[in-house]
């Protein structure tokens, strides 16, 4: 429910001095010139390796940024006024899906060492050959331009439109969001679902799962929210939004996260218990590798750290309404999202073992300085909450 009050008004919009991250910017532009520059020699020392610590890279901070995404639709979508005020930060978020366009370049460059199927020949496997009319290099590369064309584009116009009502409070614009979101919500759910087949599932062409598109969804949208809650708690330690996000805002967010925890293990459960209980070899092969030597134990980590830990800490009332409390589990699930993505990948290069390299770290640090640097910039540019949205004083005032 929520309370409005009418004596308090609605606050004129908070921004980010000019030069108040300038060291911070400076240090993540070296870290990230750094870490993309090592990146480079890796792609000469070590080329496959390179390309699956790439690809690795990728698919963390992209399925973290589509999430950020998904949380913007679902607000116009159901016409939410809780998340007014955090809803900035996640336009400012998903700005940096036009950077991930950068980032993918490489994948394109070195597809021949992370997808077999492109190396293989008509007529030589009768399987790919079943599968050619969607495997095929000419469709993988139109399908990865349409969801980038399209998650910029809608990403763009939301943030326009966004950004207009800022300055003149028309509500016509929250109208024009929402259309714009029903509109973007099932090509959202084509887009995240075909790129993870394409993209992560393609490195073994010869497994398949009808539940992997929900999978790959269900990380993305619960390390986002967490994402979100590191965001907002890193602005309100540096001096922002201390009278905009409230308790009631991180309990709000606490609870997504809880939310998306059980369906993350709800899903990873019901896809792993259908395809064991079949027993079909066809099927049975990426569940086969990864309960291999180390790989298992790195599954069960991930089986316990990101489902029970969490689960139980989420379930405690009094954490999700201390901001420092509900950052440290934040912090643990996006954490997680990465050992999830690390475990979907590597096992395709490293066979029955975890092998980690140095190369898996260098992507990691140069993409996401960069990425960190790209959102300072970012949010510098307007306001760190909609000041004149419709539903702003709701939700400066909500209870929950």
Known sequence: ?????????????????STRFAPLSFVLALLGLAGLGLSVVGAFVSPKQFSFSW????????????????????????????????????ENLAMLLAVMMVFFVPIVIYRHHLYEWMNVKVGVEPILDS?????????????????FVF????????????IRQDRDGNPAFTIKMRRLAFVALPLFGLSLTFGAYDWLLGVDYRWFS???????????????????VLVITALRKAGYLKETVTVEHYHIMGKWMLAFV?????IGFGQYMLIWYANMPEETEYFIRRNTESWNALSLFLVIGRFFVPFVLLLIQGLKRKP???????GWLVFMQMVDIYIVILPALHGPGVLISIWD??????????????????ARRSSLFPNRDPRLLESLHIVN
């Not at 429910?1 to 001095?17: H, N, Q, T």
């Open 210 to 228: 009808t539940m992997w598109g929900v999978y790959i969804f269900a990380g993305a949208a619960g390390s986002s929210m967490s994402l979100l």
């Open 55 to 90: 690809l690795f890279a990728f698919a963390y901070y992209f399925t973290m940024l589509a999430g950020c995404f998904f949380w913007i639709i679902v607000h116009h979508v159901v016409d939410a006024e809780w998340s007014v005020v955090v809803r900035r930060q996640l």
């Open 1 to 17: 429910m929520s309370e409005r009050s009418d004596v308090i008004p609605a606050p004129e919009g908070e921004y980010i001095e």
């Open 324 to 330: 420092h409390r509900l950052c440290l589990v934040a």
């Open 151 to 162: 998650f910029i584009a809608a990403t763009l116009l939301f943030r326009r439109f966004s």
């Open 131 to 147: 599968k050619r009319a969607y495997l095929n290099w000419h469709f993988f590369l139109v399908r990865s331009v349409f969801y």
């Open 262 to 266: 059980i369906f993350w293990a709800y």
């Open 361 to 378: 770290f260098m992507p990691l640090i140069g993409m996401g300085a960069t990425l960190a640097f790209f959102f300072l910039w970012i």
